[in-house]
């Protein structure tokens, strides 16, 4: 059985969709990550949105669908998209066509084409530049993606430097299916990177995020954000990180998260406002930034001021709040190495520590017979402090403290 017979069962479900194009004098062809997934062997999602390419344009592709979908929708019509549901089916249909950006625009420029592999010649690398067509299920593989995968490298259909012109995204999606498929760049990739770089400020802030996003949620994005460094992407996509290499260690070593990972390379790139305001300039979302940046500002106190005694240590896990683990995590791969074991002991023996105080500020103003006010504030300040330098107290040994605090901040 070849790889490809993975696909029988979306060739079935969309056998009477080709014999409609085929009636109308189209052809159809199954595209996209679905095809490469098959050819390597990996567990196809058969819930999965499914691509198509077509010589036919919009209006027929419209045409065709009629009678056939429950919906249809047509926003991305003028790019030659025609998107349907049937069932809980989703598909897209797209007239062959090629994107081309011009110099300093954001936005591409569509020529549709009658031609399977005119199309496949403008896709992103020859492993996504295959097709099936369908319903006879041949596969179209003009630029010999399926020996790229097998060899494992990465390559462009076209001349590396004409395909990133096309789109300059695609330096950064060759990061991540270095790192996803554990490719290696052909040479004339990379230094086609290296050397148009700077392209990639054409491409909105929203859709480089979005591609870090997904490079920063593999299971190891090392290798990606190696070859990003390599080229002078990298700063680009995050800002000034300090020592590259440095960066690339800690991003090895630190925890399968994507904040951990971000505040993991951006560790030595400036203060924790500096992280979160370059993190905002590219348009991460603000609670991603925050919390980046929170993670960023507990690794460091813990990196440069290591917490040596247990006052310390608690007063370090109690600021770093929900982001602990990822704060833990990032300081340990920045040289604090005793910091894990030193936690996860306190954590187990005060597991109360990071909870609610053991008196609120209804039952300090009972006990102390206040109204409210800023003693009442100061109060709970108090007893935050006592906690910290003593352990854990129980309300009883918190009244008799605070009676005694009372005497003495009233005198």
Known sequence: MSNLDNLDPIRREAGDLAERFAAAGYRLYLVGGVVRDALVGSALDTTADLDFTTDAQPDAVKAILEGW??????????FGTVGARRGDRRVEITTHRRERYHPGSRKPEVDFSDAIDADLSRRDFTINAMAVELPAGALVDPFGGAADLAARLLRTP?????????????????????????MAAEPSLVDAMAAMADRLRIVADERIRDELDRLLALPDPGPGFALLFRTGLAERVLGPVGDDAAALARLQGVIDDPVAR???????????????????????????????????????????????????????????????????AVA??????????????????????????????????????????????????????????????????ARRHLLDWLEHHAG
Do not use: C, K
Request: a negative charge; zero cysteines.
């Open 69 to 78: 979908a429950d919906t249809l929708w047509t926003q991305g019509e003028r």
């Open 158 to 182: 076209l001349d590396p430097a004409e395909t990133f012109r096309d789109d300059p995204l695609r330096m950064l999606r060759a990061a991540r299916f270095l790192a996803q498929l554990q």
């Open 262 to 328: 971000l505040a993991a390379l951006l560790l030595d790139a400036g203060s924790p406002d500096e992280v979160r305001a370059a993190l905002a300039e590219r348009r991460a979302t603000s609670a991603t930034a925050r919390a980046v940046a929170a993670v960023v500002e507990a690794a460091r106190a813990a990196v440069d001021n290591p917490p040596r005694t247990l006052p310390e240590l608690r007063r370090w896990v109690v600021n770093a709040g929900p982001h602990l683990d990822q704060a833990v």
């Open 332 to 397: 340990v791969a920045a040289g604090a190495r005793g910091l894990q074991g030193e936690v996860e002991a306190l954590v187990r023996s005060e597991p109360d520590l990071g909870g609610p105080p053991v008196l609120g500020g209804t039952e300090i103003m009972a006990a102390l017979g206040l109204e409210p006010g800023p003693v009442v504030g100061a109060a709970t300040a108090e007893l935050r402090r006592l906690r910290m330098d003593t352990g854990p107290l129980t309300p009883a040994q």
